[in-house]
């Protein structure tokens, strides 16, 4: 194995700056992850040599822009180990993935059906689910989350029945770090004949989209979580499953014929990707993704795990902290609340120290009643994080305290 974080941390022009007077200790990763050198050169590229709007120009900007985008959608079908990269779905981020899938769900259920999904879930892979049961009269189940802060194993298997269509789930909680058993959860969930979707935002950041290998039907996740810009990301598909999804919105591209009456839908993947799409977005994505798939995978998993045993280690011993999430399988994202203050003034006090971190419900507000706090302050880790980081955060934390007591 072989992993310079030097090296790392140079491909990456934020982290020389200061906040505060302060270096900058860039500690919110599950948030958004910063963007190395590359990407930032392939979008900059985009728009100062190919502009140009895709599949629709007879000229060469347009021939030039079109191969960008299409490579691009290339990389993340061998990212996925997709079946077939007409499976691959340019999206906003793994918000309008979901929604796509729940537009399309919600036409689909009966009342007297059944969803499921998590005490463990963002938002954006909840309230969707909501929705969609309301409007059809389905019922959302959802399954329980342990002290751990894993999820019930016993708890989910006993709510699966004939009457369960579609399950959700997170590869990886963004609060606790916890590392969901995605694969074993879609067998289950296979043996009664329900659709499978897995919220991929913080799983794909770590390597472990193998959509092959997990078996599910849609997997869901956002660039700027893996090193990409913001405003793009991907919805994958099984073929069978998205050749007769309904459509998520009408407009140009999407069509195969339109008359005064009516019109015919494209052919995957753009019969969902109606408009103008955020071309240079996605050939910064496919840069972001092939930088890190070049990346030593065991070195850097290896590494994030060191990060957070190191950091864990030191929360343990601080006394007053009390981590929120203790998984037997997690990565990278230490969630905690401190006696002597609200996570919000903590964040305060953080950043008056250049340390970045994420404070309040964390897009998770039922995790948050489950646990019984108003909100967490969160460090998540990524690879470009060293020790010294870590370090610097308690340094901080120990100043905080003292100034909230």
């Not at 499953?241 to 459509?247: A, D, G, R, T, Y």
């Not at 591209?253 to 019109?263: G, N, R």
């Amino acid at each position: 194995m072989s992993f310079d974080v030097l090296a790392i941390r140079e491909q990456f022009p934020i982290l020389k700056r200061q906040v505060n007077g302060k270096p900058l200790v860039y500690l919110d990763n599950a948030a958004t992850t910063q963007k190395p050198q590359c990407v930032i050169d392939a979008m900059v590229d985009y728009y100062s040599n190919s502009n140009s709007n895709v599949h629709r120009g007879a000229h060469f900007l347009a021939d030039q822009a079109t191969r960008g985008f299409e490579n691009a959608r290339d990389l993340i079908q061998q990212f996925l180990n997709a079946p077939k990269r007409e499976e691959v779905i340019w999206t906003t981020g793994t918000t309008e993935s979901i929604n796509i899938v729940a537009n399309g769900l919600r036409t689909l259920l009966s009342p007297g059906d059944e969803v499921i999904a998590t005490e463990m879930d963002h938002h954006a892979n909840l309230v969707t689910w909501q929705h969609a049961c309301k409007e059809a009269g389905a019922t959302l189940r959802t399954v329980p989350v342990t002290d751990a802060g894993e999820l019930d194993q016993a708890a989910y298997e006993s709510l699966l029945n004939n009457n369960t269509k579609f399950v959700a789930f997170p590869h990886v909680s963004n609060v606790l770090g916890t590392i969901n058993p995605v694969k074993s959860m879609t067998e289950k969930a296979k043996k009664v004949n329900a659709l499978v979707l897995v919220d991929g935002a913080q799983g794909a950041a770590h390597g472990w989209a193998d959509v092959q290998d997990i078996g599910c039907d849609f997997y869901a996740f956002s660039a700027h979580k893996i090193y990409g810009p913001m405003g793009i990301g991907v919805l994958w598909g099984k073929t069978s499953v998205l050749e007769s999804w309904p459509v998520w919105r009408t407009g140009g591209e999407m069509i195969a014929t339109v008359t005064l009456q009516d019109a015919t839908w494209n052919v995957l993947p753009y019969r969902f990707e109606a408009g103008t799409p955020n071309v240079g977005g996605a050939i910064a994505m496919g840069e972001a993704v092939r930088w890190f798939s070049e990346l030593d995978q065991e070195a850097v998993l290896a590494h994030e795990n060191a990060l957070l045993a190191y950091a864990t280690e030191q929360a343990e011993a601080f006394e007053g902290l009390t981590i929120i999430g203790n998984a037997k399988n997690k990565i990278g994202v230490l969630s905690f609340v401190l006696e002597q203050g609200h996570p919000a003034d903590l964040g305060f006090l953080l950043d008056q120290q250049g340390i970045a971190i994420r404070t309040g419900d964390l897009c998770a507000q039922p995790l948050m009643s489950r646990f019984n706090v108003p909100g967490t302050a969160r460090a998540s880790f990524s690879i470009y994080n060293t020790f010294d980081d870590i370090d610097a955060l308690f340094v901080a934390l120990n100043k905080a305290k003292t100034m909230l007591s």
